[in-house]
């Protein structure tokens, strides 16, 4: 059988690179489904690598990464990024074979309780659970239902929790100007009535303090945070809906400092912009309106970062396989590339013609 002595080379150096890139703990992975996860580099823009669903990863061959040096070379040489998930699901897999044959060998009855309800708060999100919402002045942005984390809450802890208020709600009102949009200027102007009077409209915030209280290995812990809404008006309706929502988004946090079960990874900005989204999670984990700044620890030179920008203004990514492909992109075209998703589709019509190049991870 003939042995391909590059590839095989190529493939130990990038398995190597994966393993010593999570002992320094410099690989981010985080699981977004069953078959998708995410992959981030230090303060480099996330990776999305994907399996083939209902794949045995015999060799490998059904895996799939969006970085550059896998447009390339892959799947004859996979990526630093699928061997950073294939090495974390191979350790977290035994892990739960070791488990499970402990419980196995233990009686069921005498295994703390504790120790059940730790393990299950230490698994990561199922990303299936998450919504998302559109968001005042924002794009959408992802959360958990109120119901959600109740149900959860029980399961874990099998119902042994409870929530209470802690003091009285908060409420406060003001008059809020009345905003439309003028065609003319370009922006948004006061509302004026007849009179010529700026119109208003009363606007308030609800507060509420509460704290959810769990037990975990016979003790009980309790958590603090602050809820919030907001209501427009002065009718009964309208504030019993904002104390109702702010009821339940104090529940909501409080529970997030249990973890990712209840949603503490959903504030990290790079896991928000894609959990909850059906489709195309590959491509909004690569779209990004501005570059993330460069760590000053970077093994790259800062002219090499520097002097190469996409023609949106984007800086390329410090690695040397965006950069090589740059470069390569610029020389047989004579232009810089508009953007890096063209960079991405010219290097997929390059491998269907020629062969790849050679370039490192």
């Known amino acids: 059988m003939y042995v391909n ?8 150096e990038r398995t190597e690179r994966a393993r010593a890139a999570i002992q320094a703990g410099k690989f981010k992975v985080t699981r977004i489904n069953p078959g998708q996860w995410t992959v981030k580099n230090g303060d480099k823009l996330p ?16 895996w799939t990464c969006t970085c550059l040096d896998f447009q390339q070379r892959g799947p004859q040489v996979l990526c630093k990024h699928i061997q950073g998930v294939r090495l974390l699901e191979a350790a977290q897999n035994q892990s739960i074979s070791e488990k499970e044959k402990h419980m196995d060998e233990v009686n069921q009855n005498q295994i703390p309780q504790g120790d059940q309800v730790l393990w299950e708060l230490r698994q990561p999100l199922d990303m299936s659970r998450v919504k998302r919402r559109q968001a005042p002045g924002k794009a959408s942005v992802p959360y958990l239902e109120g119901f959600e984390i109740i149900d959860r809450a029980n399961g874990i802890f099998r119902f042994g929790w409870s929530f209470d208020l802690i003091g009285e709600p908060v409420i406060v009102r003001w008059q809020k100007k009345i905003l439309i949009w003028n065609q003319q200027e370009k922006r948004k102007v006061p509302s004026l009535d007849a009179d010529g009077i700026v119109q208003t409209e009363e606007v308030g915030l609800v507060y509420v303090t509460g704290k959810v209280t769990v037990e975990l290995d016979g003790k009980m812990v309790s958590h603090a945070d602050l809820g919030r809404c ?38 990290d900005k790079e896991i928000a912009q894609n959990a909850g989204l059906e489709q195309n999670r590959s491509g909004a984990a690569m779209k990004s309106t501005s570059q993330s700044p460069r760590s000053s620890s970077s093994s790259q030179t800062p002219a090499s970062v520097v002097s190469r920008k996409y023609g949106d203004g984007i800086s390329v990514n410090g690695n040397a396989s965006e950069q090589e492909a740059f ?35």
């Open 5 to 12: 002595h590059d590839e095989t080379q190529a493939q130990t």
């Open 47 to 62: 990776y999305v690598v994907a399996l083939k669903p209902d794949q045995e990863d015999s060799n490998g061959s059904d």
């Open 230 to 267: 907001i209501f427009t008006g002065d009718t009964p309706e309208s504030l019993d809906m904002a104390l109702a929502g702010s009821v339940t988004d104090c529940l909501k946090r409080c529970f997030r400092q249990l973890g990712d079960q209840f949603g503490l990874s959903l504030y």
């Open 327 to 361: 470069d390569q992109f610029k020389a047989k075209t004579g232009t810089t590339p508009a953007s890096k998703e063209e960079l991405r589709n010219w290097l997929t019509a390059q491998k269907n013609v020629t062969e790849p190049a050679t370039i490192a991870g």
